[in-house]
């Protein structure tokens, strides 16, 4: 079935470190959300880019959507120990996909060390 | 405002055994969603409802049946519990369905059968 591809899947970096991860999927979408679960939390939602080429900043936090709307990403510039938790992106097909729902990747799992 | 309920946060059952899981949202939102988490897997959609008094299928809907009970209520049912079920259950609204709204979720019952 349709997916929606994530890297990588686990990331551990030092407090200060920037952090990057990536969202792919083979077919073009309408537009793609991000989220962000904190351990033993449940998904909360960050953002929605829906342009090709989109680049949103929230504080440290920067989302790009890809000019092709294949691929997004998610950088956090020095991170710090309240990014934990584990990321979620989440995208529309053009065509409708499953009834033209979100299909969320696999999540980046992100730890730092303070 | 509470936002996303769900009852109960944890459940033991044995195999064989059937239970409710219950989902109520105060946001007057349109659209409900039943999504399970396992290690590794991110959320897979199980069922969805779209408006009051329809439901559809999603990714994984086998041995799993929802209702709609009002606009603001969306129960899932396991039939027969099987240990392939042991998961997290999160269960989510939106305003509208498409994969458009972000979704609001609530904050899981974690289910283990034996």
């Known amino acids: 079935g349709q997916q929606v591809m994530q890297i990588p899947q686990y990331q551990h970096v030092q407090e200060g470190e920037d952090f990057t991860t990536y969202c792919n999927s083979s077919?073009?979408?309408?537009?793609i959300q991000w989220y962000k679960q904190r351990p033993g939390g449940h998904p909360v939602f960050l953002i929605q880019?829906?342009?090709?080429?989109e680049v949103k900043k929230q504080k440290r936090l920067t989302f790009q959507f890809g000019e092709a709307k294949k691929n997004s990403s998610l950088h956090i510039t020095a991170t710090q120990t309240t990014d934990v938790g584990t990321y979620f992106c989440?995208?529309?097909?053009?065509?409708?996909?499953?009834?033209?729902?979100?299909?969320f990747g696999k999540g980046t799992k992100l730890s730092v060390k303070p | 405002n509470a936002g996303v309920t769900q009852t109960p946060k944890f459940q033991v059952l044995k195999t064989g055994q059937s239970m409710t899981l219950q989902c109520a949202q105060d946001m007057n939102h349109n659209s409900m969603y039943w999504y399970r988490q396992d290690p590794g897997m991110g959320l897979r959609l199980i069922y969805y409802?779209?408006?009051?008094?329809?439901?559809d299928k999603g990714e994984v809907p086998n041995g799993y049946n929802v209702s709609r009970l009002n606009k603001r209520e969306f129960s899932l049912r396991l039939e027969s519990a099987a240990p392939s079920q042991t998961s997290v259950y999160f269960c989510?609204?939106?305003?509208?369905?498409?994969?458009?709204?972000?979704?609001?979720f609530g904050p899981g019952t974690r289910l283990t059968v034996t």
């Open positions: 989440a995208g529309r097909m053009n065509y409708g996909g499953s009834q033209g729902n979100l299909i």
């Open positions: 880019l829906v342009k090709s080429g």
């Open positions: 989510a609204s939106s305003e509208g369905t498409g994969g458009v709204y972000e979704q609001y």
């Open positions: 409802s779209a408006s009051e008094g329809t439901t």
């Open positions: 077919t073009t979408l309408s537009n």
